[in-house]
């Protein structure tokens, strides 16, 4: 007598970071060769602090004072950006790894003590008169510190007295508490279990697969993985809810302690970005929703679907096309679709993307999502969790491609002052770039099906970088200002709000299931509030931009490189002006949502 056996199928989990391959695995030693080397570099820059001391009370004496000043705190910062951002990178690949969440902790004490020690600057260049200011503005020994100091200067409503501003610096890393909080809960202590894939393999349940597992053409794989992760969620609601709210009373705190009018006044004051621009960009996203609550139910009736869920609105309508890239494909694709940017631009970023800019595999505790981190003194270092079965992670790939080169282009063509731009001109970068691709993959489409799904993949893109970043902007506008107006910002009222916008977002016809208004306690940009528009007005102005060098000439693509080497030599609506958008204006919202629809309708034809 024989007995069948059967085995259970292989789990497929995720390799230790010690499995991962080296040639898959950033390189950082462009910032330092080892832990060693950035031990030893932290100690002589921790004992650089009490030079600080040296220029208090000097400051409205001469410009000659005011120049060492300037220059041994631009050398200071300078340093510092080396340090932490060798620190956080490597408390990303693992952030279970003690040894460098240890390291980012004590870069970030030290970093405080150092805020709190020259805290002095500020208050002390507010209280010169302004003839004096007259004077530093026009002298010729201060010129690489003009802009920098006519920036500081704008901030003289702002900036309290020495002491206060000390009090203020102290609290950086307590400040930062709700942040930290939900990276570790999200990221290393949440565990979401097993799903089996649509093939019948069971994978490990995480961030990365999740977006994998919504893109499944088995509607049943899509939904039990939504119900399944966001179980974990509703699990922590309470906890989750409580950092929220902590994060926005914190941004509420420093809003009023500074004494602007609002968080949201507050976090645009920096780039020079009037209110208007924040509220046109919400205006003109709800003045469209029709083209949305349009697609919706295209998207519901091509699928043969009753009706249509939040889990319903990631996968390719054509889900029968397959379309794996390795990475060396990906790379490959996306550099022939940044052709038209030149020489320069493709041959730095093939080199990047072929050598070890890039961390591109998942592995157990590495940081979920993907990012850009490029700085002065290194090459602009990327994160993946690549997937070669999801499209969108090419798309990814070339987004974040973009902010590296904007880094690379920026620090190459700037000094260290002003090369840092400002994430209002990142999103276009990275956007640009997507654009590009989605042309390139249009025109290279086989047939009218393939074009379909590159079609439903840039609506869906607009939809997901304008729309619900829009939705995103309007959550944070509200929940902000109810805490500004002394409304109890309890977990029942962030869903109820979040709810609503749902709702308003998605459509009367779409089916919300319950647990989907947990989905705003685990977006990380809430925790570093007042971002998010930025991936819209990006978008918008990436596409007119997008459109403007692919149909122009040698000037276009030279306005177009001169936004990527400006930095933040200028105001970022100033900078976009000079490459040819006007963002301080609704029509360049307006215009990509006008492509929506259109490519709405197109799909409509196609289908």
Not at 350 to 358: D, E, N
Not at 369 to 389: H, K
Not at 524 to 546: D, E, Q
Request: a negative charge.
């Amino acid at each position: 007598m024989s007995v069948e056996t059967t085995e259970a199928p292989q789990v497929q989990r995720l390799p230790n970071r010690h499995e991962v391959s080296k040639e898959d695995q950033w390189d950082l030693s462009s910032l330092f060769e080892s832990p060693k080397n950035w031990e030893e570099a932290f100690q002589r820059w921790e004992a650089s602090i009490p030079r600080y001391e040296e220029f208090r009370g000097t400051l409205s004496k001469s410009a000659a004072d005011l120049l060492a000043c300037l220059t041994f705190d631009s050398t200071f910062d300078r340093e510092a950006e080396r340090l932490g951002t060798y620190a956080f990178l490597r408390t990303t690949e693992d952030t279970s790894d003690s040894d460098s969440q240890s390291r980012r902790a004590r870069f970030v004490n030290v970093a405080s003590r150092a805020q709190q020690v020259a805290s002095y600057i500020r208050p002390e260049l507010m209280a010169i008169d302004d003839a004096t200011v007259e004077r530093y503005l026009k002298d010729e020994t201060l010129a690489l510190f003009h802009t920098q100091l006519q920036r500081i200067f704008r901030y003289k409503p702002y900036t309290l007295s020495e002491q206060e501003e000390r009090l203020l610096a102290m609290q950086a890393e307590m400040s930062d508490t709700a942040n930290q909080a939900f990276r570790q809960l999200t990221d290393a202590d949440l565990k979401f279990g097993e799903v089996a894939d649509e093939g019948k393999n069971r994978l490990e349940l995480t961030h990365s697969t999740f977006s994998r597992l919504l893109h499944s053409p088995d509607r049943e794989v899509r939904k039990t993985a939504f119900h399944q992760y966001y179980e974990q969620y509703s699990a922590h609601e309470n906890a989750l809810g409580a950092l929220l709210e902590g994060s926005i009373q914190r941004d509420v705190y420093y809003a009023r302690a500074r004494g602007y009018d609002s968080a949201l006044g507050g976090a645009l004051f920096a780039d020079d970005v009037p209110q208007s621009v924040y509220d046109n960009l919400v205006a003109a996203v709800r003045d469209n929703l029709d083209g949305v609550y349009k697609y919706l139910d295209l998207r519901r009736r091509a699928m043969k679907l009753d009706d249509i869920h939040h889990y319903d609105t990631y996968v390719p309508i054509v889900s029968d096309l397959k379309m794996e890239h390795s990475w060396d494909q990906a790379v490959e694709v996306v550099i022939e679709s940044l052709q038209p940017l030149g020489e320069e631009y493709c041959t730095a970023l093939a080199k990047g993307l072929r050598g070890r800019w890039c961390d591109r595999y998942e592995n157990q505790g590495k940081q979920s999502g993907a990012f850009s981190c490029g700085s002065f003194d290194a090459e602009p270092f990327i994160l993946m969790n690549y997937q070669p079965s999801v499209l969108n992670h090419v798309f990814t790939l070339t987004h974040e491609a973009g902010h590296s080169m904007h880094s690379y282009f920026s620090s190459k063509y700037q000094p260290y002052e002003y090369y840092d731009y400002v994430i209002f001109v990142a999103e276009v970068a990275s956007t640009f770039n997507e654009q590009l691709l989605s042309k390139h993959l249009l025109a290279n489409a086989t047939d009218d099906r393939q074009r379909a799904y590159f079609i439903n993949r840039e609506i869906d893109d607009i939809r997901g970088t304008i729309i619900r970043q829009t939705m995103f902007a309007e959550f944070e506008k509200i929940s902000h200002a109810m805490v500004e107006a002394g409304e109890p910002l309890t977990l029942a009222a962030i869903k109820d709000v979040y709810g609503k916008l749902l709702a308003d977002y998605f459509g009367p016809d779409f089916k919300r299931d319950d647990c989907l208004s947990l989905e705003c306690l685990r977006i990380p940009h809430f925790y570093r509030a007042f971002y998010v528009y930025k991936y819209a007005t990006g978008m918008s102005a990436a596409i007119a931009l997008a459109e403007r060098v692919t149909g122009g000439g040698p000037q276009e693509l030279g306005d177009y490189l001169g936004f990527l080497k400006a930095g933040c030599s200028k105001f970022p609506l100033e900078i976009l002006r000079d490459a040819g958008v006007d963002m301080s204006q609704r029509a360049p919202v307006d215009t990509a949502l006008k492509r929506f629809s259109t490519l709405v309708d197109e799909l409509d034809s196609l289908l």
